[in-house]
Nanobody
Framework: QVQLVESGGGLVQAGGSLRLSCAAS????????MAWFRQAPGKEREFVAA????????DYADSVKGRFTISRDNAKNTMYLQMASLKVEDTAVYYC?????????????????WGQGTQVTVSS
């Protein structure tokens, strides 16, 4: 069992930056792939970024590539999402996920564990 808690969300102006954190507790954090998803009001949950258990491979949605950076610190059981050049369309609840397969990491159905989410609001 893995428990995930996101933090770091908030209100920021367009063009600004935020760093989200996902603190994990439970079994075998360091051996699990992890990911960030987001969900805007009235929309389906969408893939943002994923990282392998070692941090050696990363995957990004086209909409955030070059602006967001995913990372993890297995010694601290924590994953991060550094978000820069934020746009109004990045406004959403951001969720961290763990325990999914790397081969199908963009499908939310594949991830076993989820946090409660943190709100990110980007104003114009």
């Amino acid at each position: 069992q893995v428990q995930l808690v996101e933090s770091g969300g908030g209100l920021v102006q367009a063009g600004g930056s935020l760093r989200l954190s996902c603190a994990a507790s439970g079994r075998a954090f360091g051996w699990r792939h992890m990911a960030w998803f987001r969900q805007a009001p009235g929309k389906e949950r969408e893939f943002v970024a994923a990282i392998t258990w070692s941090g050696g491979s990363k995957d990004y949605a086209d909409s955030v590539k070059g602006r967001f950076t995913i990372s993890r610190d297995n010694a601290k059981n924590t994953m991060y999402l550094q978000m820069a050049s934020l746009k109004v369309e990045d406004t959403a609840v951001y969720y961290c996920a763990a325990g999914g397969p790397w081969s199908d990491n963009r499908s939310s159905r594949q991830w076993a564990y989820w946090g409660q989410g943190t709100q990110v609001t980007v104003s114009s």
